[in-house]
C-alpha cells in the first residue's frame, strides 16, 4: 500500500491534470485570429521543442532507438499521431467555433466507445451491467441526434478518435513523455512546413499580432506537457480505478464552462441525451468499484488460503475468461 503522503499527492496531481484539461477551453480563444490548423501546427512544434528538451535533461533516449529498431511499433506511434492530429484539431476548432458542450460529451462518451472497441477488436467480454451502460450510451447518441437534428458528430469523432489513440497506445508501451515525443516528432516536419507555408503567405499570426500572443502561441506546448507530467505523476502514486474516476473531472469541468462561461444552448432534448449519458457512465462506474471490491476480496481470499494450505491453491489461477478491465478507462493523451 502507498504511504498516505505519497496518495494524497497522487490525488492532488490526479486533480490538476484532469482539472486543466477541463480548464483548456478558456485557452483556446485567447489564441485567435489563429486558425484551428495554425494553433494546432503551433502545438505539435512546441509540444516537441518543450518534450525534448525535458527528455534530454533527464538523459531518457535510450527508447527513441529501440523504437527506431521496431518498424510494428513505429508503425504503431505513426498510427498514433495521425489520429491524437484529428483529435486535437477537431477538438480546437470546436471550442473556437462555439461547440464546448458537444465537445466535452465527446469524452463523456469515451469510456463507452472504449469498451465497444473492447468488445468487437479484441473479443472482450462484458459483465450484464456493462451491457446495459453501452446500451444506455447508444440510446442517449439517438436522443441528442434528434435534439440536434443530425448525429452528434463532433462528439462521435472526438470519442472514437480518443479510443483509438487509447487502444494503440496500450499496445506501443511507451512513457507518456516519451511517446508525446514521438507523436510529436511524426508531426514536426508536417507542422513546421505549414507554418512556413503560412508566412510565405502573409497569413501567420506568429509576430502581427504582438509579442504576447506569439507567446501564447509557443504555450500551447506547456498546455500539452504539464497536464500530462501531472497524470504521469498521478499514474504512480494512486491506483487505477480512482483514476478512472477523476477523468470525469474534465468533460465536467467543460460542460459547465460551455454553459457558463460560453452561453450555449441547452434546450431540453440535448439535457435529456446528456441525462442518459451520464446514467450510462454511473452504471459503468459502479459495476467498476462493485468488481474491484470482488476482486481484492477473491486476492486476500487466495492469499489467506496459499497461507493455510500452499497446495490448496495450485491450479485455481487463470481458469476464468478474459473480461473488460473493471475500471474505466482512463486517457493517457492531452485535449
Given amino acids: 500500500m502507498k504511504p498516505s503522503g505519497e496518495g494524497r ?79 486535437w484539431g477537431l477538438y480546437i476548432w470546436s471550442v473556437n467555433s462555439g461547440h464546448v458542450v458537444e465537445a466535452s460529451l465527446g469524452y463523456f462518451i469515451n469510456p463507452l466507445v472504449t469498451i465497444a472497441m473492447g468488445v468487437l477488436l479484441l473479443k472482450e467480454r462484458l459483465r450484464p451491467l456493462q451491457w446495459t451502460a453501452v446500451g444506455v450510451g447508444a440510446a442517449a447518441v439517438l436522443v441528442l441526434a434528434v435534439g440536434y437534428g443530425q448525429p452528434p458528430w463532433i462528439s462521435l469523432t472526438l470519442a472514437f ?89 474534465a468533460p465536467v469541468f467543460q460542460f459547465v464552462l460551455g454553459i457558463t462561461y460560453f452561453h450555449e444552448a441547452m434546450p431540453p432534448e440535448r439535457w435529456a441525451g446528456f441525462a442518459l449519458v451520464w446514467l450510462a457512465l454511473s452504471l459503468l462506474t459502479w459495476d467498476a468499484l462493485r468488481n474491484a471490491r470482488r476482486t481484492r476480496a477473491e486476492a486476500i481470499r487466495l492469499a489467506a488460503a496459499r497461507a493455510v494450505a500452499p497446495d490448496a491453491t495450485k491450479g485455481t489461477e487463470g481458469t476464468k475468461g478474459t473480461e473488460v478491465s473493471s475500471s474505466p478507462s482512463s486517457p493517457k493523451a492531452t485535449l
Avoid: D
Fill in 9 to 87: 499527492a497522487g490525488l492532488i496531481c490526479g486533480f490538476a491534470a484532469y482539472g486543466l484539461w477541463g480548464l483548456v477551453p478558456l485557452f483556446w480563444p485567447l489564441l485567435k485570429p489563429a486558425g484551428a490548423g495554425e494553433i494546432l501546427a503551433h502545438r505539435m512544434v512546441w509540444s516537441l521543442v518543450l518534450v525534448a528538451l525535458v527528455l534530454l535533461v533527464m538523459r531518457r533516449w535510450a527508447w527513441a532507438g529501440e523504437l527506431l529498431r521496431e518498424p510494428r511499433k513505429l508503425g504503431l506511434v505513426t498510427i498514433a499521431a495521425t489520429v491524437i492530429t484529428v483529435n
Fill in 161 to 249: 478518435s480518443f479510443a483509438t489513440y487509447g487502444l494503440v497506445k496500450k499496445k506501443v508501451n511507451l512513457g507518456g513523455l516519451e511517446s508525446l515525443a514521438a507523436e510529436t516528432a511524426i508531426q514536426f516536419l508536417p507542422a513546421l512546413g505549414y507554418l512556413i507555408w503560412l508566412g510565405t503567405q502573409g497569413e501567420s499570426h506568429f509576430g502581427p499580432h504582438g509579442a504576447g500572443h506569439a507567446a501564447l502561441l509557443a504555450a500551447t506546448g506547456l498546455v500539452t506537457a504539464i497536464p500530462l507530467v501531472l497524470f504521469g505523476a498521478a499514474a504512480i502514486r494512486v491506483p487505477l480505478s480512482t483514476l478512472g474516476l477523476l477523468q470525469y473531472l
